[in-house]
C-alpha cells in the first residue's frame, strides 16, 4: 500500500476569493445581525486595491490581503460602512492587534466606520480572539470584534449538508481538510463526497464551478490521488448526464499545465544555479496565474542569479 506525504493545506486564499463573489451568503451565515442591516438593493464595493495600499504601507501584511468592501445600511442614512474581513487559520499571538491596525489605518483613510469581523479556522479550540485593548493609568483603548470559529460546525454536519448557502459546503471543506492533515486517502475520500455533494444541491453552472475550485484547491492532493479522483470525476460525467462537467476537465488540465510550468521554472533555476532557496519555490509553487509562470520560465533561462530571480518574483507579488 502506497504511503502520501502530506500536502499543506491552502485555506485562506480560497475563503478571500469565495467572500469576493459571494459577500452577501457570507454575511448572511456567518453574521446574520451584520447582514440584517445593510440595504442590499444598493451595490456594495469591494475596495482590494485600497486595502492592498493600507497594508502596503505597514510592517504587518501577509501574502494574501485580506477583504475590504462598502456597504450601505438600511437605517435611512446615507451612511457608508466598511466591512473589513479577516480569514486566520494559524494562530497568531499578535492576531487581535493586527485587526486593530488594519481598522484604525482604513478609518484613518476614508474617514468612515469600520466593522472588523474575523473566521477563525484554526485547530485550538479554545483560541477565540475577539478584542484588542491597551490601558494606562486612566486612559483605555478597547475594540471588540465579532468572530465565528469554524471548528463551532464540527457538530452541526447535517444542518451544513442542508444548506444551501455557498458557505456551507466552505466550512465542510475546511473542516475535512484539518482533519485529514496526515491522511491524504481520506482526504481523497472527502473530497469525492464533497463534490458529489456539490452537484447535488442545484446551484448555477457559476456557482458549481466556483466552488468546485475553491473546494479543490483547499482540499490538496499528492499528485496521484488527484490524477485518480480527477479521471473518476471526468469518467463519470456522462453518466450524471451534465454537460457543464466539461469546466473540470478544464480545470483538471489548467492544474496540470500549472504544475508542469511550476517545475519547468524550478528546474531551469537549479540547473543553473544549483540548489534553490525554498523561499523561491514557495513562491513559484503559489503562483495560480499560467502567463505569469510562463514568463518567469523564460527569465529563469536568461536571469543573471538566484537573487535577481527573487527580485523579479517580488516585483510579481507586489504587483
Wanted: charged share 25%; aromatic share 12%.
Amino acid at each position: 500500500m502506497a504511503i502520501y506525504e502530506p500536502i499543506p493545506a491552502d485555506y485562506d486564499q480560497p475563503w478571500k476569493e469565495a467572500i469576493t463573489l459571494y459577500f452577501e451568503s457570507f454575511l448572511s451565515l456567518f453574521f446574520p445581525g451584520i447582514y440584517a442591516s445593510i440595504d442590499w438593493s444598493q451595490p456594495y464595493r469591494c475596495l482590494d486595491k485600497e486595502l492592498e495600499e493600507l497594508v502596503r504601507d505597514s510592517e504587518i501584511g501577509t501574502r494574501f490581503p485580506d477583504k475590504l468592501f462598502e456597504v450601505k445600511l438600511l437605517n435611512g442614512k446615507t451612511q457608508w460602512i466598511l466591512i473589513h474581513v479577516e480569514v486566520q487559520s494559524q494562530y497568531d499571538v499578535e492576531f487581535t492587534e493586527r485587526i486593530y491596525r488594519y481598522n484604525y489605518r482604513a478609518f484613518d483613510k476614508y474617514n468612515k466606520p469600520i466593522v472588523s469581523v474575523a473566521i477563525l479556522g484554526d485547530d485550538r479550540p479554545n483560541w477565540r480572539p475577539s478584542s484588542y485593548s491597551y490601558r494606562l493609568d486612566g486612559y483605555r483603548l478597547l475594540l471588540e470584534f465579532p468572530t465565528v470559529k469554524v471548528l463551532d460546525y464540527q457538530n452541526q454536519w447535517e444542518s451544513l449538508e442542508a444548506s444551501d448557502n455557498p458557505f456551507a459546503m466552505m466550512v465542510m471543506a475546511h473542516l475535512k481538510t484539518q482533519a485529514t492533515s496526515a491522511n491524504m486517502e481520506e482526504r481523497q475520500q472527502w473530497k469525492r463526497l464533497l463534490f458529489r455533494l456539490l452537484l447535488s444541491k442545484g446551484y448555477s453552472r457559476e456557482q458549481v464551478v466556483n466552488l468546485f475550485r475553491f473546494v479543490d484547491r483547499m482540499m490538496s492532493l499528492p499528485k496521484e490521488l488527484e490524477e485518480q479522483l480527477t479521471t473518476e470525476i471526468i469518467e463519470g460525467r456522462e453518466e450524471r448526464q451534465m454537460p457543464f462537467m466539461s469546466q473540470f476537465e478544464e480545470i483538471a488540465q489548467e492544474k496540470a499545465t500549472l504544475r508542469t510550468q511550476r517545475q519547468n521554472t524550478l528546474a531551469v533555476l537549479e540547473v543553473r544555479f544549483g540548489e534553490v532557496p525554498p523561499e523561491v519555490v514557495e513562491v513559484v509553487n503559489g503562483i495560480e496565474d499560467i502567463p505569469t509562470l510562463t514568463q518567469l520560465h523564460r527569465q529563469a533561462i536568461a536571469i543573471g542569479s538566484v537573487a535577481q530571480f527573487q527580485e523579479l518574483l517580488n516585483s510579481v507579488i507586489e504587483g
